[in-house]
């Protein structure tokens, strides 16, 4: 427009109005209270509570399916938006753009039992399963939406959020605990703390089974997270034994490195003899079936509390992280505990060899040959392959429960993360029913499983060695060293469902999964859950 040209008066209001309304609904979301019709005497609809006393509000909307249509809120966003007449819908229209998937708007002062409001973006409505993603896409989306607004109400050290079920409780309470979790322990400022609830009672039992899960993966990713002088091999013991005392079905035995002796675990003892830390064998029986000598599900998780690599000693740059390296045993131990919480109905078995892989004048040498449980013998030709000389001799136990499956984790190989990054973990298998139901279990929690090959191709490459039955590294080193790795466990393994979990890629993360803070994962520990649920429910091979 020209400076000289003139517009008419009664233009101006028009041409001003929507620049007004943006500027007023700017600072409503910022910092002014908006004056509700509700009398603070009068009846509340119902799901709403008088005297909540300052809690926040997490809220969704879903994305319209047309580029020009209006959003859609829940219904839990819908009542509180007629709660407050309207208001929170005619904020949102005017405050900018529609709200996209997993970003937020937050109103403060729209009503005096929820003084902060945070809109989340839940993306399409029925999203639904991706099968491109091989996961539920609208689960993900509810987790991702809800952790971000949860931190939000955080940030504004509210104490206690209200959280919008979403459509799908059990995903939105996974999002809230998941991503408020932090490990702050050792810190003196530490963020405030809030506690998630569900808003409304329609769906409280899936809410509460998503906190169970939820909280799980918190048990895991704490052991995971705490140094190594905290979380020794006794203390993890120690840890996992506290957390069971209260379930009258479950046992624990804390085996001692006497005992690990008694059982012929030679390869085990040959890793956790450069340490001074002592050894634990770590044994859990959760009875949750109906009669209690059932085949069990045994879970057998690597519990390398830290590993230097021994005398094949890895890096200094980012060895700390190698304090995760128990991140096998941390996931099953925390999967059966959150079994025993849900009371799930089956037999559980969980076997954690526990010990550290440190170089010393006791420490296994390369060309070592140690000899485990089942009689073969191992050239250990390089010592920061240890974790399968402690799965070795664990596995070779785990066949003596007549076991209905074997599945065991370990962040074993940095190939896995080569092969897969953070988006899945590696499952070899030999059976193709277990795999099966670690796969839906997966798509459900979004903590994805990809199948990956145990073909005899890799067994050759562990077998053809000089010195003993089997060598701990492929003779082609670093060519296939997830699948080599692999082929080596397959070598202590008789039953006929097995699977063998390396978590190494999906230990730590960054910014991959949104509703986790950086840090360790956990992962995979409530797909083990999920599917322990599944195989409650399953007759086949019991």
Not at 281 to 298: C, K, M, Q, R, T
Not at 338 to 366: D, R, Y
Request: aromatic share 6%; net charge positive; glycine share 10%.
């Amino acid at each position: 427009m020209r400076p000289s040209a003139r517009l008419p008066a009664a233009a101006l209001p028009a041409m001003l109005l929507p620049w007004v309304r943006r500027a007023a609904a700017r600072r409503l979301s910022r910092d002014l209270p908006l004056a509700c019709s509700c009398s603070a005497r009068g009846p509340s609809p119902r799901g709403y509570s008088r005297g909540a006393g300052g809690k926040g509000l997490v809220l969704g909307i879903y994305s319209s399916e047309k580029d020009e249509g209006a959003a859609q809120f829940t219904s839990a966003g819908d009542a509180f938006d007629r709660l407050v007449s309207g208001k929170l819908r005619e904020l949102l229209s005017v405050c900018g753009p529609p709200l996209k998937k997993g970003k937020t708007r937050v109103f403060h002062g729209l009503h005096q039992d929820f003084p902060s409001v945070v809109v989340v973006g839940l993306g399409k409505k029925n999203a639904g399963v991706n099968e491109q993603e091989n996961w539920n896409e609208g689960k993900e989306n509810i987790r991702a939406a809800v952790a971000v607004g949860c931190r939000q109400i955080q940030d504004l050290e509210i104490p206690c959020v209200e959280v919008d079920p979403c459509g799908d409780a059990q995903a939105a309470a996974e999002g809230a605990v998941l991503g408020l979790h932090e490990y702050n322990e050792l810190k003196q400022k530490k963020k405030p703390v809030v506690t998630p609830q569900l808003h409304g009672s329609a769906e409280s039992e899936a809410w509460q089974k998503g906190v169970i899960y939820a909280e799980g993966q918190n048990l895991a990713r704490y052991l995971m997270e705490a140094p190594a002088n905290y979380i020794t091999p006794i203390k993890f013991a120690e840890h996992i034994e506290q957390k069971l005392r209260s379930f009258s079905n479950v046992k624990v035995h804390v085996r001692p490195e006497s005992w690990i002796a008694t059982q012929q675990m030679g390869a085990f003892l040959s890793v956790a003899k450069g340490s001074a830390e002592p050894p634990i064998f770590l044994e859990i029986h959760y009875l949750g079936g109906a009669n209690a000598n059932d085949s069990p599900l045994v879970f057998v998780g690597k519990g390398v509390t830290f590993d230097s690599g021994g005398i094949s000693l890895k890096p200094s740059s980012g060895m700390d992280a190698m304090r995760a390296d128990m991140g096998g045993a941390a996931t099953v131990c925390s999967a059966i505990v959150t079994a025993a919480a849900l009371n799930l109905p089956l037999n559980i078995i969980g076997l954690a060899p526990l010990c550290e892989n440190m170089p010393s004048g006791k420490a296994n040498k390369p060309g070592d040959v140690v000899r485990a449980k089942n009689g073969k013998t191992i050239q250990v030709d390089n010592t920061d392959a240890e974790g399968r000389l402690l799965l070795a001799d664990a596995l070779c136990y785990a066949h003596n429960f007549n076991p209905r499956a074997i599945v065991n984790a370990a962040t074993l190989t940095g190939a896995m993360d080569v092969a897969l990054g953070s988006a899945a973990t590696g499952v070899f298998t030999n059976s193709s029913w277990l795999w099966t139901h670690l796969y839906e279990a997966s798509i459900l929690t979004g903590d994805r499983v990809w199948r990956m090959p145990l073909f005899e191709h890799y067994t050759k490459q562990v077998t053809d060695c000089p010195l003993a039955d089997l060598s701990n590294i492929g003779k082609y080193s670093r060519a296939g060293g997830a699948c080599t790795a692999a082929a080596f466990l397959k070598e202590f393994v008789t039953a006929s469902h097995w699977a063998h979990l390396d978590i190494a890629g999906v230990m730590s993360n960054k910014d991959e999964v949104p509703y986790l803070r950086k840090g360790m994962a956990g992962r995979p520990t409530r797909t083990l859950v999920e599917f322990a649920a599944r195989l409650s429910q399953d007759s086949h091979n019991t």
